[in-house]
């Protein structure tokens, strides 16, 4: 009876130890990916800034050479019938 209570006092305390080692080990491995990828991508993200702030310079220094060309021209001037001003302004009389 005593090698049972024994072997059952084992299981119940070699089991959870086993899990939380593997657990630990792999949560050890992650981490240690992660650090090595992190500073990869810092690398590249910094390389990429670098490319944006090129490109954003460049495209400012083309627009600013360009001379009188605007990119959106100005709108005409809206011109309202009567018609529409007098239904216009009977929807607003309704709406106080």
Do not use: C
């Not at 072997?7 to 089991?15: D, G, H, N, P, S």
Request: zero cysteines; glycine letters at 2%; charged letters at 20%.
């Amino acid at each position: 009876m005593s090698e049972y209570i024994n072997f059952a006092l084992l299981i119940t305390i070699a089991v959870p130890a086993a899990t939380l080692a593997s657990t630990l080990i792999l949560w050890a491995i992650v981490h240690v990916l992660m650090i090595f990828r992190n500073g990869r991508r810092a690398k590249r993200e910094e390389s990429l800034k670098q490319q944006a702030a090129a490109l954003a310079v460049a495209v400012a220094l083309a627009e600013h050479d360009e001379t009188g060309v605007s990119r959106f021209p100005t709108p005409p001037t809206a011109i309202i019938s009567a018609w529409q001003l007098s239904t216009r302004t009977r929807q607003m009389k309704h709406q106080e």
